[in-house]
């Protein structure tokens, strides 16, 4: 017991001496909170600027534009007619483009007389690549779906009602910040890990802490401990900030204070045994971005994991960050306390076979 | 113990694949109380020898006991009574000394009072440090802190691997004396080193490393006695021509950076020597005797210098 309490406080000394600890543990996540925060909670114009050609001026044209105006996701800008759209386009670099042709309110009256049978066509331009293409699509299909309801005196009949939140979330805010604490309990912990093997390969640590009594799990203890004391602190902090700057509704429930430490076991212990193959702080980098990054986008913590194709999600399912971030959430915004137990065990068996296997695949010694 | 033998290593050998012997039947034992000095070039084995002895790699064949206890077959009653110093040891960055020794001594399930640690850091002349962050201290202070690491469980044998290799001659004298204190005291000094001069201040007894193999043992007197004469007789600045010449005369010498060397077994020796030297023309600088060094005898064994532990032709 002595031997890991003396180096929890040895190594708790270098680490917060360590700018780059401190980065991590505490300022990172804060970054992440206020910077995603304002990107997507502040007030501010989201409205997606969508330039339209309008080749043919009429009330049909018009009405629509106003229309896709009234949807309120799109700010329409004017291309002038005489500009061939294809060079405009190339020439502004711009990602969405609207082109109405110049027989527009032909082909409408048309349709009308042909009674639905022949239709009327406008033209996106739009670079799926980028979010915004979705919504300026939506805005146009709401515009011209309005449109045929007008032109055929049609009362829709059907409607959604206000938007409500799932659970507590009632802003981006309340979804984000489970999946910050988990980038946090993870580049911490894993990298950290990792890293920190890579060093003490290189400068013979290992063989000096081998001459001691230390014993191998005795110093992944030491870790563990010190990692789920220090993920704590960095949890109440970014709480704190995400309350006061944004005024979330998830809560810090007693099953998301359980939640820290079996994260830093099964990560520590994860980035122990990654530490077996690592040789020095270069190579421990590598392999440490090469595991951390894929799991930081594919286990939800930006993204939801259902929006992925089947083969990503599959790929999700293995990860341990996932069932972190779902229990973290579970608990803070849906208070599913059997949810979160289910997540919790699935970590904690994952965390025991890290464990084993970083105990005893990693050699202190020379082979 | 086996009288008063603390360290027994018997046939000793290590062998990578495909052929490599990084060690190659080597045996050799430690009296209690001594400083065992294990000399030899890069990669003739020594770490390899003293890494086995301390746990760290496991031998191809042979046996190796410390305190009569097997190393192969259980290190956890070795552990409490060794010191290590490894080599191009590098203290925890962000630790001050007094830190670092009271953290390594956690680690052998002991406390220490702030008196014991200073008096720690007084052994090693560090005391004037103690509070500076580990990484900002020099070359030679690092390795002083190493020195005291590696004395905080009070150990019985202490490993030192090439402790002075990369400091200035200052700091390397600090760090004999240092050693020489330790050895005061009773402790039993496993020193590996590449420096010639070194080994003959510090060691009571030296064994010669070379390619895997111990190529002499002894007390440096010994050593010198048994392997090469006991002075030399210096012609400074004779050069090459000169050296032919006094060899013509049937005078046993070699050339060593421009002066010539003429080794002599005693007196009468000596004054034969002399007498011969006296009938040639030949221009010296200087011309004086000196004792006879390890360095000659290695000189002698080897066939090469060596030079900050790389043979040279």
Redo the contacts between chains.
Sequence with gaps: M??I???I??FG??YL??KVGAFFGFIFPILLILLFGAIFTAGGDQKVTLPVQNLDGGPYSLALIENMTLTGLVKIETIPAEENIDDYINEHSLPLALLIPSDFGMQVEQAIAANGTDMAFVTLYADMSQSTSGTAATAVEIAIVSMNFQISNAKPVITMGPLQSPGKGENFMDFFLPGVVGITVMTNSLFSMSSLCGEYRQ???F????????RKHEWLISKFVFYSVILLASLLTTFAVAKLAFDINATLTPLALIMIPAGAFVFVSMGMLLGVAVKDPESSVAIANAIGFPMMFLSGSFFPISSFPGFLQAVAAVMPLTYFNNGLRDTMVYDNSVSTLANLGVILVLGAVFFVLASKLMSW??R | MVGGVVVEVSELRKEYPPDIKAVDGVSFSIKAGQIFSMLGPNGAGKTTTV?IL????SPTSGTARIFDVDVVKDYSPI??K?G?L?????P????KPW??L????????K?VSRKEINALLDVVSLSERMNS?SKKLSGGEKKKLGIALSLVNDPELLFLDEPTTGLDPKARRDIWHMIHEISKKGTTVFLTTHYLDEAERLADDVAILHKGKIVAKGSPRELITRHGKMTVVVLSGAGHEALLEVRRRGIEATEEDGDVLVPVKDPSEMRAVFQKLSGIEIKVKDMYTRRQTLEDVFLGLIGSKMEEGVLKP
């Design positions: 002595s031997r309490y003396s180096d406080i040895g000394k270098q001496r360590s400068r013979s640590y063989k000096l802490l081998a001459t001691t009594k230390l010694k020379e | 890494e301390e746990g760290l790699r552990r409490d060794i290590v490894p080599q191009n040891f590098e925890f960055d962000e630790l830190e670092a009271e953290y390594w001594a956690g680690l052998y399930d406390k962050i």
